[in-house]
């Protein structure tokens, strides 16, 4: 389920998803949590959002895990290791921002100490969160590009 869609792999599919809905629902978590108005609004509507991003975290760590097996031998450079392992952690920083969205939501119509703590909760999971997906996002697309780049000539070169 989780190795080819297509003939192609499920990871490269999924994985671009995560790359960009992860930080974007952490921007959007941490918005909503900043504004009353939002927050008694659009609080539930963030929590489908971060619970579906989660999901597309645990499906690209599965996948992953299926495609890294499949090419073994030919991505077996310590960058793929290393992405490999950063991006096991990816779907438990999708977790935290889930969390914090749907501390907000229960929080939307309480006083300003717990609202307070669910914000700064939004900000940390989301600075982590992004801070995360972009070190493991750029040690995949080394693992993948970096041999091959270097091997080539700059167009008009």
Do not use: C
């Not at 909503?32 to 929590?47: D, Q």
């Not at 959002?49 to 077996?76: K, T």
């Not at 609202?115 to 940390?124: F, M, N, P, W």
Request: glycine content about 8%; cysteine-free; charged content about 10%.
């Amino acid at each position: 389920m989780f190795d080819l869609f297509s003939g192609l792999p499920v990871h490269v599919l999924v994985v671009h998803a995560v790359v960009i809905l992860l930080p974007l629902m952490s921007i959007v978590t941490f918005v909503v949590a900043l504004r009353r108005s939002w927050r008694r609004s659009a609080a539930w509507w963030v929590v489908a959002a971060d619970l579906v991003v989660f999901l597309l975290a645990l499906a690209a760590r599965q996948s992953g895990r299926n495609l890294q097996a499949r090419l073994s031998a030919l991505l077996g450079s310590p960058v793929a290791v290393q992405h490999g392992r950063a991006g096991t952690l990816v779907p438990w920083f999708a977790l935290g921002v889930l969390i914090a969205a749907i501390l907000i939501a229960l929080v939307a119509r309480s006083g300003p100490v717990l609202v307070g703590l669910a914000i700064t909760l939004a900000a940390v999971t989301g600075a982590v969160a992004i801070g995360w997906t972009v070190y493991t996002g750029d040690l995949g697309a080394r693992a993948v590009w970096e041999k091959t780049i270097q091997s080539t000539k700059p167009p008009g070169g």
